[in-house]
Each structure stands twice: as C-alpha cells, then as structure tokens.
C-alpha cells in the first residue's frame, strides 16, 4: 500500500467463507395463511367442536414455533461468537502492525513537544535575567547601578535570539533599564547628600578644633600669667597699698577682657548652629524636590509604556468586531444557532476589551 493510499474494504470476495444466516423455522408465513384461510369460518357459538379443533391446531402451531426459535436462536448466537473470536483475532493481528507505528508516532510528538518545551524555558530564562538585574536595585550604590546598565545595554535584542518573543523581551529591557535608571537618579542624590553632610561635619570639626585651639591658647596664657603672679607675690606684697590696688584694677580689666572673649565665643557658636539649621532645612527641601521629581518622572515612564498596549488593545477590539460585522450568511438552523452563539461570545470579548483597556 503506497502512502497515499487509503484503505478499501475487501467486499468478502476470496474469503475463505461468507456466511450468510438464514433464519428458517418450521412454521412459516404460507402455513399461517393456509390456517388462516381453513378457519375464518369457524364460530365457537355456532360449531363449538370446529373451535376446539382450531384451537388446537394453531395451540400446536405456537409451540412448534417456540421450539424452532430456541433451535435457530441458538445456532444464531454460536456463529455471533465465532463471528467475535474471528474479529478478535484479526484485531490482534492489526495491532501487531499499528502499535509499533502508533509508538514511534507517539515518540516523536513527545520529543517534538519536549524541544519547543526547552525551546521556549530557553528564552523566557533570557528575559528572566533581564529582570533580575533590577530586583535588587534598592540595595546597589551608584557605581554597581552603572554596571548593570552597562550589562543591560550589552543585551542583544534579536529575533534569532528571542524569535516570537522579542516584543516581551524588550519590554522587559525597557522596564528594568527605567527602574534601574531611577533608582542611580535617588542613589546619586543619597551620595550627594552624603557628601554635603560630611561637609558640615568637616567644617564643624574644623571649627571645634578652632575654639578648642584658642581655649588651650587662653588657659596657657592664663596659667603662665598665674605663674608670673606667683613669682612675683613676694615682691607685691613688699609693696604698698596703692600697688595692690593698682595690681587688682588691672586684673578687673583682664576679667572683663576674659567675659567680653566668651561672649565672642558664644555668639560665635549661636552663628554656626544657626548657619548648620539653615543648610539642613536647604537640604531638606532639596531633597523634597528631587524625590517629587523623581516620582512624576516614573509615573510618566510608566503611562509612557502603557500607552503602545492600550492602542494594541483597541486595534484587537476592533479586529474582534470586523469578524461580527463580517459573519458569514448560513443556510441551516443549526448552523445559524452556532453562529449566532459565536456572535454573542464575540459581542461580549470586543466589549470587555474595550472597558478593561479604558482602566489601564
């Protein structure tokens, strides 16, 4: 058999035996009609004796036939047996034939369907990895944030690479390259900030250092001055009166230096707390701004990204409707009924598109 050849039924011919049953009981239709014809005339009221007669007659006619009936049903249903026991066997012997075929049929979808399964894990786990390089962007500083969208542009978007995928693949590359790209926008403003706090802190440390400076330098004079006095305490008090009170006015005027020194200091300091306020309540709304920035900028990224699906969407909706508006004219019930059910399906797809894309 050639393999474009279907197959044709024998019609029996050659066969070794073609049976063809006959059903034949020892009562038949012309005995029936012979009897018929002997006892239309018979009238139980009128010749009692000729009914009883018939009645046996036609009694003996059933039972005959009731006997013939089990002979031929009988004989009927050992050749439906025999006739089970040949198909049987023959089925076998197609099976012997079909079930290597049908296996190797089997194997081969399954190992077809295994390699698109493999094929198809391939790209989604390409488009995977595009993803993962911004699941843990939070936790990135500026220079890693680069280096994965230096990693990022290196992505080949090629339909050898993604075949029917590539629509998803590079939506996945412009999402992830969007988030990671807001994320080094917030993380370069937390170094920034970094960097002008530790600026403040450097200037006050300077500033610290300073004041601590000038108070050493203030204790030192005044130790060394405490020293000199000392020193020269038994000289002062060969000296009179008026020498003791000149000694006191002087030291007056080096306390009210001293007080005037301090307060120099602490008006100094009210200045730089003061100064420290303001850069703080500047960096403060500075970074108010930029997050307020960065916030608008990623909603309008996102709508920018919806945008090309919602008007995807209407062209499919509108594609659904072409085929209501475009049905065919059939010419049976049954075909309009099935028509008619595919229709209101249609009808409620188009619609639910359209309400669930207005939502988007």
Not at 3 to 28: H, S
Request: charged share 40%.
């Amino acid at each position: 058999m050639s393999e474009n050849q279907e197959f044709i039924p024998d019609d029996g011919e050659g066969l070794e035996e073609k049976v063809q049953p006959l059903i034949v009981f020892n009562i038949n239709e012309k005995r029936i009609a012979d009897a018929a014809e002997e006892f239309k005339a018979v009238d139980a009221y009128v010749d009692h004796t000729a009914a009883k007669k018939a009645k046996r007659v036609l009694t003996k006619m059933r039972t005959t036939l009731a006997d013939s009936h089990k002979r031929v049903k009988a004989e009927a249903l050992a050749h439906c047996q025999d006739v089970d026991a040949e198909k049987r066997k023959l089925l076998a012997l197609i099976s012997q034939i079909e079930d290597p075929i049908t296996q190797q049929l089997t194997d081969i979808k399954e190992a077809a369907e295994k390699e698109e399964d493999e094929r198809l894990a391939a790209i989604t786990g390409e488009i995977e990895s595009i993803q993962r390089l911004s699941v843990d962007r939070h936790t990135l500083n500026v220079d890693q944030l680069n280096e994965r969208l230096a990693r990022l542009a290196e992505v080949q978007m090629t339909e050898k690479i993604f075949q029917e995928q590539l629509g998803d693949a590079e939506n996945a590359c412009t999402v992830t390259e969007s988030k990671l790209r807001i994320e080094l926008a917030n993380a370069e403003r937390r170094a920034e900030d970094a960097r002008k706090q530790a600026e403040t802190e450097e200037e006050n440390r300077k500033l610290r250092e300073q004041l601590d400076a000038q108070k050493a330098k203030d204790d030192a004079a005044a130790e060394e001055k405490r020293q000199q006095e000392a020193t020269d305490a038994a000289e002062q008090r060969k000296k009179d009166d008026a020498e003791a009170a000149k000694r006191k006015a002087e030291q007056d005027k080096i306390d009210e230096q001293q007080a005037a020194a301090q307060k120099v200091i602490d008006q100094e300091k009210k200045k730089i707390a003061d100064e420290r306020a303001e850069i703080e309540r500047k960096d403060a709304e500075e970074k108010a701004e930029m997050d307020r920035i960065a916030s608008e900028k990623e909603a309008a990224e996102i709508a920018a990204l919806q945008a090309p699906d919602k008007d995807k969407l209407d062209l499919y909706a509108s594609a659904v409707e072409g085929l209501i508006r475009n049905k065919p004219v059939l010419q049976s019930d049954a075909g309009n009924d099935v028509l008619l059910q595919a229709t209101s399906v249609l009808v409620e797809v188009a619609y639910d598109i359209r309400k669930s894309n207005k939502e988007l």
